[in-house]
């Protein structure tokens, strides 16, 4: 398993410019991280809602909110599409990585019988 993420945080060290996120390893546990995208940072005010607010009030509050929701969910497909392209580039990544081990392992298997049939 300690073998798996060093070879993952290498995979990342190599192709971190082409993330849009952050990808951190640290004590066995891997965490990402959005760069590209930000949350609304000024939630509605909603603590004066209760029963005696007057409808007009009560209207612009739930504009207010229904505006609120809107940038939070842009802001939630944004870093799901940002945390897709990550996750595929890291499974490309991945799959690369072992298939230049796969055939590295093969030129050496295959150098090392070519040498036996020399010699015999």
């Known amino acids: 398993?300690?073998?798996?993420?060093?070879s993952l945080a290498a995979i990342l060290a190599f192709a971190a410019?082409?993330?849009a996120g952050d990808v951190t390893v640290a004590a066995g546990q891997v965490?990402?991280?959005s760069t590209k995208c930000a949350a609304p940072t000024v939630?509605?005010?909603?603590r004066d809602a209760n029963r005696e607010t007057a409808?007009?009030?009560?209207?612009?509050m739930m504009t207010q909110y229904n505006e609120y929701q809107k940038q939070m969910q842009g802001y939630m497909n944004?870093?799901?599409?940002?945390?897709n392209g990550?996750?595929?580039?890291?499974?490309?990544a991945v799959v690369n990585s072992a298939q230049a081990s796969i055939d590295e392992t093969k030129k050496s298997v295959d150098a090392m019988g070519a040498a036996?049939?020399?010699?015999q």
Do not use: G, I, Y
């Open 43 to 46: 939630p509605p005010s909603l």
């Open 86 to 92: 990550d996750a595929n580039l890291v499974s490309q």
């Open 116 to 119: 036996l049939k020399a010699a």
């Open 17 to 19: 410019p082409a993330f």
């Open 78 to 83: 944004c870093m799901s599409d940002e945390a």
């Open 1 to 6: 398993m300690r073998a798996a993420l060093l």
């Open 55 to 60: 409808a007009n009030d009560m209207n612009v």
């Open 31 to 33: 965490t990402w991280k």
